[in-house]
T-cell receptor, first 111, second 114 residues
Framework: RKEVEQDPGPFNVPEGATVAFNCTYS??????FFWYRQDCRKEPKLLMSVYSSGNEDGRFTAQLNRASQYISLLIRDSKLSDSATYLCVVNIGRNFNKFYFGSGTKLNVKP | DADVTQTPRNRITKTGKRIMLECSQTKGHDRMYWYRQDPGLGLQLIYYSFDVKDINKGEISDGYSVSRQAQAKFSLSLESAIPNQTALYFCATSAPGQGGNEQFFGPGTRLTVL
């Protein structure tokens, strides 16, 4: 079983739409959680960390549900520039030494 | 200038050849990582290092070796390249800290083994 699972998509949405992605993780000892964005053939870049109480950064909202072992990312008012692959990442390990990446969810925002 | 650099950016090699991918960083981070990414799969950890004297295997270390020459440099070697090592390779760095800090990635090396 994979440590982190995501729906690969693609999610095809019009500009201005609200879209949500979920990600499930298998290890209940997971310590910290992140969403990264990856543009085609480029390196991943941190979009936001995910905190237990949920957190928001502009049009982006992340939620964590430890009981059900999933995290979510909500994007409001989608822009063309939001088109990318979104990677769910969890950190496990006594020294926070291991990051596990989901395979990513692809988002296409259409005009 | 980029904080994490990788060389080469693209490499085509033949089965059985030994090749080295290099990573340098100017972020002053102690922790460095090597990942590979295959289409439709997430990044898989090959090796990681928490300082110059600390090297650890990741999920898929077979067929790879690493060298941490200095805090700023972490090299990945394929001793005898095979076609299923064709992938996109990323180096990353992070600072230690509670909760696992953000990782900063290099631009990637696209490796093709014929």
């Amino acid at each position: 079983r994979k440590e982190v699972e995501q729906d690969p998509g693609p999610f095809n949405v019009p500009e201005g739409a609200t879209v949500a992605f979920n990600c499930t993780y298998s290890n209940s000892a997971s310590q910290s959680f992140f969403w990264y964005r990856q543009d085609c053939r480029k390196e991943p870049k941190l979009l936001m960390s995910v905190y237990s109480s949920g957190n928001e950064d502009g049009r982006f909202t992340a939620q964590l549900n430890r009981a059900s072992q999933y995290i979510s990312l909500l994007i409001r008012d989608s822009k063309l520039s939001d088109s990318a692959t979104y990677l769910c990442v969890v950190n496990i390990g006594r020294n926070f030494n291991k990051f596990y990446f989901g395979s990513g969810t692809k988002l296409n925002v259409k005009p | 200038d980029a904080d994490v650099t990788q060389t080469p950016r693209n490499r085509i090699t033949k089965t059985g050849k030994r090749i080295m991918l290099e990573c340098s960083q100017t972020k002053g981070h102690d922790r460095m990582y090597w990942y590979r990414q295959d289409p439709g799969l997430g990044l898989q950890l090959i090796y990681y290092s928490f300082d110059v004297k600390d090297i650890n295997k990741g999920e898929i270390s077979d067929g790879y070796s690493v060298s941490r020459q200095a805090q700023a440099k972490f090299s990945l070697s394929l001793e005898s390249a095979i076609p299923n090592q064709t992938a996109l390779y990323f180096c990353a760095t992070s600072a230690p800290g509670q909760g696992g800090n953000e990782q900063f990635f290099g631009p990637g090396t696209r490796l093709t083994v014929l």
